[in-house]
């Protein structure tokens, strides 16, 4: 029953086209679908395909082709300078991009101060008081490639390309968030202060 309901979790989402590495992380939906009440809440969501209310502008088109991962400098533990091609972030913009249900799931493992998106994950650190854990070079690795620090990480790497297996054509070579996607983010984080209540 656990690993049949993770997998019937993955393939509305896949279905649903929100989350291309749905694959990669079946194990740890089918552990969030193995709580009845949460996958019954969830469900009907799922299988309509239906976006929470903040939406982020659709930049599929504009996603980086080359492999992403070559053009930063890992320092430490993070990534120091902005991504290339990236302005400066924009709070606003990265906290709809966090919200969004078809860009960022980041909701999906993560909680937030984000309180009109109702079912919000527990599988991942919570958001709140992001900023004063991490400096912005921290967080900005842990978008781009959190696998860099932890290898065990169930977080996607949302700026690479190589190395993927099981990936669906239309996102061969492309990063699930863009640079200035991920710039827009770590900037909405680094503005998360306060400890969660």
């Known amino acids: 029953m656990k690993t049949r309901g993770g997998s019937r979790v993955a393939r509305a989402l896949a279905r649903a086209a929100l989350l291309p ?18 996958a019954a809440a969830i469900a ?7 976006p929470g ?17 070559a053009t930063v400098q890992v320092v430490g533990d ?11 972030g924009d709070a606003a913009r990265g906290r709809a991009i966090v919200a969004n249900r078809q860009a960022g799931l980041c909701l999906l493992c993560h909680t937030g101060p984000i309180p009109e998106e109702r079912f919000q994950g527990n599988l ?35 700026y690479k390309t190589d190395g993927l297996t099981r990936v669906a054509a239309h996102y061969k070579d492309k990063t699930i968030l863009t640079a200035q996607q991920i710039e827009d983010v770590v900037a909405w984080l680094q503005t998360l202060k306060e400890p969660a209540p």
């Open 21 to 38: 590495c749905a694959a990669a992380i079946t194990p740890a939906l089918a552990a969030v679908a193995s709580a009845p009440a949460l």
């Open 44 to 50: 009907p969501a799922l299988a309509a395909g239906a």
């Open 53 to 69: 209310p903040a939406q982020a502008p659709d930049v599929s088109a504009s996603r980086s082709t080359a492999a992403p991962l």
């Open 78 to 88: 993070g990534i120091p300078s902005p991504l290339p091609g990236a302005a400066a």
């Open 124 to 158: 991942a650190p919570g958001l709140q008081g992001a900023g004063q854990r991490w400096s912005a070079a921290q967080l900005r690795l842990r978008i781009v490639d959190a696998s860099q620090f932890n290898p065990a990480t169930i977080m996607p790497a949302y």
